[in-house]
């Protein structure tokens, strides 16, 4: 999982979520 590379205010939002939301919002980085 390439969370790092997302923002840090994005990775914060995401992070609840990293289940689904940060798996596509990394595919899309």
Do not use: F, H, P, V
């Not at 609840?16 to 798996?23: A, D, N, P």
């Amino acid at each position: 999982m390439s969370i790092k590379t997302a923002s840090k205010s994005t990775n914060k939002k995401y992070q609840s979520r990293k289940g689904e939301l940060t798996g596509t919002n990394d595919r899309e980085n």
